[in-house]
C-alpha cells in the first residue's frame, strides 16, 4: 500500500506497507526505486486492473500520473483546474474504478468518466446541489454494491457532507457542516442527484461500505473544516448507517428516515 509524502519540494517519495504475520514487526518502508514525477500533496491514488497505481490531483496539481510509470510522463487533466476554487475545494478528488474500466472522478461540485487509457472525458455529469465536497471541505464518497440483477454493470455514487464555501478560509467562523447526501446513478442516460439530508451535519468524515452491503459514516465534525490545527471544531462522536438499498429520496422525499444514528 504506497503512501505519498514529500520531503521536501524538491523530493516526492514513496513509502511502502507490506502486512506481516503477527510474530513480525510491520514498518513503512520508503521506496529507493519508486518515486513521483511530481511533488503532490492531498492526492488520490486508486489502484487499477493491470496492477498499477493512478495518482489523480493534489495542491496545485491540475495532473494524473502512474506509478510505476512504465515510461508514461504526467497527463494533464484539465478538469481538475476547472473545479478549483478560491479555497482549493478539489484536494484529495474521489475516485472509482468502474466496471467498465474507466474512472469516475469527483472534485469539489463536479464529476466526469474519464478513461485514462486514451485521455478523454467520456462523461460529465450535473454539479451536486449544494456545498464543496472535497478536502479541505472534507465530505466523504463511496461507490455503492454492484448488484447480481444487472450484470454487476449498474454503477451508483454516494457523496455525503462537506463543508460550506468559505468556511475553510474563515475557519475562525466555525460555519456549519453539510448535512446532505447525494446519490447518482453514473451508468443513466440522464442521470440526476437524488438528495437527501442527514440527521447530523457532517464534514471531515469518513465513509465505509461494509460487507452486509451497509453504508457507515464515521468520525468528522459539526463544523469549521480542515485543518484540524482550526481548533473549535464541535466534533461528531455518532456513527451513521445507511442501509441498503440506499433509496435516498425515492421513499424518504429528502427526510433523514434512511439513516440510523448509533453513538460511538
Known amino acids: 500500500m504506497p503512501v505519498f509524502r514529500l520531503n521536501d519540494l524538491s523530493d516526492p517519495l514513496c513509502r511502502i506497507f507490506k502486512p506481516c504475520s503477527t510474530n513480525q514487526v510491520c514498518d513503512w518502508v520508503e521506496s529507493t526505486t519508486q518515486t513521483l514525477q511530481f511533488p503532490r500533496w492531498y492526492t488520490t491514488n486508486q489502484l487499477l486492473p493491470d496492477g498499477r497505481q493512478i495518482l489523480v490531483g493534489g495542491k496545485a496539481a491540475f495532473t494524473l500520473e502512474f506509478l510505476p510509470s512504465n515510461n508514461e510522463g504526467l497527463v494533464k487533466l484539465p478538469f481538475l483546474q476547472q473545479t478549483n476554487d478560491f479555497e482549493d475545494d478539489n484536494w484529495y ?3 472509482h474504478l468502474l466496471p467498465t474500466g474507466n474512472l469516475y ?3 469539489n461540485r463536479d464529476s466526469i468518466i474519464y478513461n485514462y487509457k486514451t485521455n478523454t472525458v467520456v462523461k460529465q455529469f450535473p454539479q451536486i ?3 464543496p465536497r472535497n478536502y479541505p471541505s472534507g465530505g466523504s464518497s463511496v461507490m455503492l454494491p454492484l448488484t447480481y440483477s444487472d450484470g454487476y454493470v449498474g454503477v451508483q455514487i454516494l457523496v455525503c457532507g462537506g463543508a460550506q464555501l468559505g468556511a475553510y478560509v474563515n475557519h475562525t467562523s466555525q460555519l456549519g457542516c453539510s448535512s446532505t447526501c447525494g446519490k447518482i446513478t453514473v451508468t443513466d442516460p440522464n442521470p440526476v442527484w437524488a438528495m437527501e439530508t442527514m440527521p447530523i451535519p457532517r464534514c471531515m468524515g469518513d465513509m465505509i461500505l461494509l460487507p452486509d452491503q451497509n453504508v ?5 465534525a459539526q463544523n469549521g473544516t480542515i485543518p484540524s490545527l482550526f481548533v473549535g471544531h464541535t466534533r461528531t462522536t455518532f456513527l451513521i448507517s445507511i442501509p441498503y438499498p440506499f433509496r435516498l429520496h425515492d421513499n424518504h422525499q429528502g427526510s433523514s428516515q434512511g439513516f440510523k444514528v448509533q453513538l460511538s
Open 93 to 95: 478528488p474521489f475516485v
Open 105 to 107: 472522478i469527483f472534485a
Open 129 to 131: 446541489p449544494g456545498n
Open 216 to 220: 457507515l459514516i464515521i468520525n468528522g
